[in-house]
């Protein structure tokens, strides 16, 4: 069983800050990839963010230059610090990590049950 617990979402105004956590734990190991994907009302889920276990990143071009990803692989937690919001931000959030789990042959895709950030005056 792997569980991927998120945290921090919330209501901000235009252009204020939030910071969102994903904290994965069970029998999942050897993670290669952490990020966030959101889901606004009416449109696809799209990616915003991903970090490789090599620290490599990957941003939509939407949020470059105001949101930052990071990952404690300690802790198996990859957070997403969020600048200069836009009302266009407004969206439920989603962790994901693939990584690999005992018993199973390849690595797995796994999703958190998403936090809502709502970015509103």
């Known amino acids: 069983q792997v569980q991927l617990v998120e945290s921090g979402g919330g209501l901000v105004q235009p252009g204020g800050s939030l910071t969102l956590s994903c904290a994965a734990s069970?029998?999942?190991?050897?993670?290669?990839?952490m990020g966030w994907f959101r889901q606004a009302p009416g449109k696809q889920r799209e990616l915003v963010a991903t970090?490789?276990?090599?620290?490599?990143?990957n941003y939509a071009s939407s949020v470059k230059g105001r949101f930052t990803i990071s990952r404690d692989n300690a802790k198996n937690t990859v957070y997403l610090q969020m600048n200069s919001l836009k009302l266009e931000d407004t969206a439920v959030y989603y962790c994901?990590?693939?990584?690999?789990?005992?018993?199973?042959?390849?690595?797995?895709?796994?999703w958190g049950k998403g936090t809502l950030v709502t970015v509103s005056s």
């Open positions: 994901n990590v693939v990584g690999s789990v005992v018993g199973v042959l390849l690595p797995q895709n796994y």
């Open positions: 069970g029998s999942i190991f050897n993670i290669r990839s």
């Open positions: 970090m490789s276990s090599g620290s490599s990143t």
